[in-house]
């Protein structure tokens, strides 16, 4: 019997986002199931860091936008890249994909360039301090 496949670097899931925000206000969980990327596995699959894909153009720059019909999307979206959250895998806060692809919980992979890109875009906020980081249980 062959292996479930586990989460890779640039998988699309449906997942309960916790904005940076909404932790500060004292959230837990978040509001509203969501579109996310993988961005990192770590600890050997047992932990993932996610970003969260929105369907509202964001008015600041930390952005990477996908086309409208890419992995399940009705409308063109946006990763936003100032945002993560670290998590376990799986986890509560993730859901069944409605149009799985590959696994139950995944709806597809970004190309190889968007992967890049988000790899980029990542570091670069990351090293800079400017990435708002959600620690989740």
């Known amino acids: 019997?062959?292996?479930?496949?586990?989460p890779e670097r640039g998988d699309v899931i449906e997942f309960a986002y916790l904005w940076a925000h909404e932790r500060a206000a004292g959230l837990l969980?978040?509001?509203?199931?969501?579109?996310?990327?993988?961005?990192?596995?770590?600890?050997?699959?047992?932990?993932?860091?996610?970003?969260?894909?929105?369907?509202?153009?964001?008015?600041?720059?930390?952005?990477?936008?996908?086309?409208?019909?890419?992995?399940?999307?009705?409308?063109p979206s946006w990763i936003v890249t100032s945002e993560l959250n670290i998590t376990r895998w799986p986890g509560h806060d993730l859901r069944p994909a409605r149009k799985?692809?590959?696994a139950w919980w995944r709806y597809g992979r970004l190309s190889d360039a968007l992967r890049r890109r988000l790899a980029d875009a990542v570091q670069a906020k990351v090293q800079a301090g400017q990435a708002k980081i959600v620690t989740r249980a």
């Open 1 to 6: 019997m062959a292996e479930p496949r586990g």
């Open 29 to 75: 969980e978040g509001v509203k199931d969501r579109r996310c990327v993988i961005v990192a596995v770590l600890d050997g699959g047992r932990r993932v860091v996610v970003m969260p894909i929105t369907g509202t153009e964001p008015a600041h720059d930390d952005k990477i936008a996908l086309p409208g019909g890419a992995l399940g999307l009705e409308r």
């Open 100 to 102: 799985p692809s590959g």
